[in-house]
């Protein structure tokens, strides 16, 4: 079983400049989630996705972070302008179901200057 | 400017001893627990995971074991291998609530031959 595929793996970019990272979950794997994580620091979570509803984007800085999951099985994520504190490496996780086990990908670096 | 990550704690173990990894979780509402293992580039990967109803669960090489009233949980691996070295993460998840995965700090494991 294929897991869950990201792309890039890692992007270089200037502060100020716009991002984006994608992500296909595992298939059949309704529950989407991203994750934020700071060199050192355990996984942050984002957003999370039921199908294509959003269930929970609290911790989601919605003033520069987008994501969306159009027909509930991509996602893309968006950093709009990217600030320096932005970088770190962004995981893209599934679940069958909301109280399963959340298997991640292998994330994206991002590197801010 | 320079940056500087946070050191996480390390525990160093000879190859082929057991290795203990402790976590100490932080809702007591919490009622389901994943140990995760991410080895460096990697995002994490799912070890092992415990229900709230059990307080011992064994899987290839591993044990996890559950204390609620201490809110404690271990990561128990036999015969530790040089594969096995890489950041353990505990996690813990309120089914009944929004089943938000949050992350325990993680823990170094370092093998040496």
């Known amino acids: 079983e294929a897991g869950v595929a990201q792309s890039p793996r890692y992007k270089i970019i200037e502060k100020r400049q716009s991002v984006a990272f994608w992500c296909n979950p595992i298939s059949g794997h309704a529950t989407l989630y991203w994750y934020q994580q700071i060199l050192g620091q355990g996984p942050k979570l984002l957003i999370q996705?039921?199908?294509?509803?959003?269930?929970?984007d609290s911790q989601l800085p919605k003033d520069r972070f987008s994501a969306e999951r159009l027909k509930g099985v991509d996602s893309t994520l968006k950093i709009q302008p990217a600030k320096l504190e932005d970088s770190a490496v962004y995981l893209c996780a599934s679940s069958l179901e909301r109280q399963g086990v959340k298997y991640f990908g292998p994330g994206t670096r991002l590197t801010v200057l | 400017g320079e940056s500087v990550g946070l050191h996480l704690p390390t525990l160093s173990v000879q190859e082929g001893d057991n290795s203990i990894i402790n976590c100490a979780y932080s809702n007591s509402a919490s009622d389901y627990f994943i140990w995760y293992k991410q080895e460096s580039g990697k995002g994490p990967q799912f070890i092992i995971d415990?229900?709230?109803?059990?307080d011992k669960r064994q899987g290839q090489r591993v044990t996890v074991l559950l204390n609620k009233t201490v809110k404690h949980l271990s990561l128990q691996i036999a015969a530790t291998q040089p594969g096995d070295s890489a950041v353990y993460f505990c996690a813990e998840i309120n089914t009944g609530a929004n089943s938000k995965l949050t992350f325990g700090k993680g823990i170094t494991l370092s093998v040496r031959p």
């Open positions: 996705f039921q199908n294509n509803g959003v269930v929970d």
């Open positions: 415990i229900r709230s109803n059990m």
